[in-house]
């Protein structure tokens, strides 16, 4: 029973066998690439240290600049502000502020387990506010469900 204990943490996550270390490598922002979506500053280096603290957070993983055990790299390819609902007016009354990433998952221990998979959540606020008013907010709210959908895909598999 103790013996299980190692790989298995009380915030669900299961560590694979033999992993120790973690190492994120930083998400490119892509996001301009796509088309209507738009570059946000920093998307990178904000995405990237939300998803290391989760995994420090949730894990007894030691993060670390090179050759991690588990390996997390990816890109930003979706930073979308679209309407979502019209007015009689026909003018939005309610916005979206989507966030997508592309996430590379390596376990260099188990070959099997490696994914890319896409990661997407949104963020709806009111016409009457502006982006840059709610901003922070909205992607502490995004950060954090994909970031723990990540965490699930990758360690969380019960």
């Known amino acids: 029973m103790l013996m299980s204990c190692k790989f298995y943490s009380f915030t669900g996550a299961s560590i694979p066998d033999g992993a120790e270390t973690v190492m994120v490598n930083?998400?490119?922002?892509?996001?301009?690439?796509?088309?209507?979506?738009?570059?946000?500053?920093g998307l990178d280096r904000d995405f990237t240290n939300a998803l290391q603290e989760v995994l420090i957070n949730q894990t007894n993983l030691q993060l670390t600049g090179v050759n991690g055990d588990l390996i997390y790299e990816?890109?930003?390819?979706?930073?979308?502000?679209?309407?979502?609902?019209?007015t009689a007016q026909q003018t939005a009354a309610q916005n979206r502020l989507t966030i997508s990433i592309n996430v590379r998952y390596f376990n260099t221990n188990n070959e099997e387990d490696d994914f890319?998979?896409?990661?997407?959540?949104?963020?709806?606020f009111p016409d009457t506010q502006l982006l840059q008013n709610v901003k922070s907010e909205a992607h502490e709210i995004i950060f954090e469900?994909?970031?723990?959908?990540?965490?699930?895909?990758?360690?969380?598999k019960w």
């Not at 930083?26 to 500053?41: H, K, L, Q, R």
């Not at 890319?116 to 709806?124: A, H, I, L, N, P």
């Open 116 to 124: 890319e998979k896409r990661f997407s959540y949104f963020y709806d």
């Open 74 to 86: 990816g890109e930003i390819v979706e930073y979308r502000v679209t309407p979502t609902t019209a």
């Open 26 to 41: 930083m998400f490119v922002n892509n996001s301009a690439n796509s088309i209507g979506s738009t570059f946000e500053a």
């Open 145 to 156: 469900r994909i970031t723990q959908d990540v965490f699930n895909e990758s360690l969380a």
